[in-house]
């Protein structure tokens, strides 16, 4: 995570709030997320199912839905952490997908053509798609191509979310003449969540879950399962006093006296969490100005609340 800029100074009360890592487990369960690897065949929602039944909790979200055959990264968030699951959804993507070409047209055409298909591209979502069918655009930000063997392409595509990778080979095909289509597909990232070992597989949670209720071993679970931050940690930040945090449970929006430190980069506009000292994630919402007007203000709201986290009452009121 990238050093934050120190707007103000301030002290945290131990007493309220705890560090997401340090939560007891019961509450880092209803706090978490899992880094599921998705087998073939089952919907995400079928996922969503299983791990609900597995961990006997009461609500289960995932982040990015996949097609049945599809495998790979899928963020499913537990209880409270459904709600900050969402900040997932337009995270972007990467992929490593294989293309089956309808016709041997030479490594050369398939690498020019990748080229061409890599910055803004213009798409229209597949029929079976859960949103509007209208011609927009999305952005593929990098293209590597890891294998090309006749008639197949190997490659790794980092996208924006809302990209159809059906689609995008279905359109290569086209402007190659001869049709295309994907063959097989594996999620490698969302967000910051990613093929390393933080990905766990169905088999692992349920041995996870075991070992907590029969051996009262919880460490095995704590490998498992992720604090919700970590569905917020690819979007920039800024970090508040505690005594602005309760107001922001009950629907405050952010000024610029409650802030102490702030991300690099901030543009109007966009997305932006909200954090404790503690680093638990309160809130996010929308920036109203860029970093350099947060650091400058002392007074004004800064931060439009879109989305609360956290529970009214986690720290005390200190506002009227």
């Keep these: ?29 209803s706090r978490g997320i899992i880094n599921l690897d998705k087998s073939s065949g089952p919907t995400s929602h079928e996922i969503d199912a299983w791990v609900k039944r597995i961990l006997q909790c009461d609500k289960t979200g995932h982040g990015g839905t996949l097609d049945p055959r599809v495998t790979g990264v899928l963020p499913i968030g537990i209880d409270n952490a459904t709600r900050a699951i969402q ?19 030479g490594k050369e055409r398939v690498v020019n053509i990748l080229e061409e298909f890599t910055g803004k591209i213009f798409q229209t979502p597949p029929l079976r798609s859960a949103v509007k069918r209208e011609l927009r655009v999305r952005s593929v930000y990098y293209v590597n191509i890891l ?23 279905h359109d290569i095909g086209e402007a ?6 994907m063959a097989e597909l594996r999620r490698t990232r969302v967000g910051d969540f990613q093929e390393d070992e933080t990905l766990k597989t169905l088999q692992d949670v349920t041995d996870a879950y075991h070992y907590w209720k ?22 920039k930040q800024v970090v508040v006093r505690d005594s602005a945090v309760d107001a922001l449970c009950h629907g405050a929006d952010l000024a610029a006296g409650g802030i102490l430190q702030l991300s690099e980069g901030i543009k109007r506009k966009e997305t932006l969490t909200v954090l404790t000292l503690k ?40 506002w009227k």
Excluded: W
């Design 1 to 29: 995570m990238a050093e934050l800029l120190q707007k103000a100074y301030g002290e945290t009360d131990p007493q309220y709030g705890s560090p997401p890592e340090e939560r007891p487990i019961e509450e880092h369960l």
């Design 87 to 105: 900040l997932l959804l337009e995270a972007p993507k990467e992929y490593v997908c294989l293309m089956r070409i309808h016709e041997d047209v």
């Design 147 to 169: 294998e090309i063997d006749g008639q197949d392409a190997l490659f790794r595509i980092g996208c924006e979310a809302g990209t159809y990778i059906r689609k995008y080979c």
């Design 176 to 181: 190659l003449g001869c049709g295309a289509h």
């Design 214 to 235: 029969e051996d009262d071993d919880e460490a095995p679970l704590r490998e498992c399962v992720l604090p919700m931050e970590q569905a917020a940690s690819h979007l």
């Design 279 to 318: 680093g638990e994630l309160v809130a996010a919402g929308e920036a109203l100005a860029t970093t350099n007007e947060i650091d400058q203000a002392e007074k004004g709201i800064m931060v439009n609340i879109k989305k609360v986290f956290m529970e009214p009452g986690t720290y005390p009121m200190m």
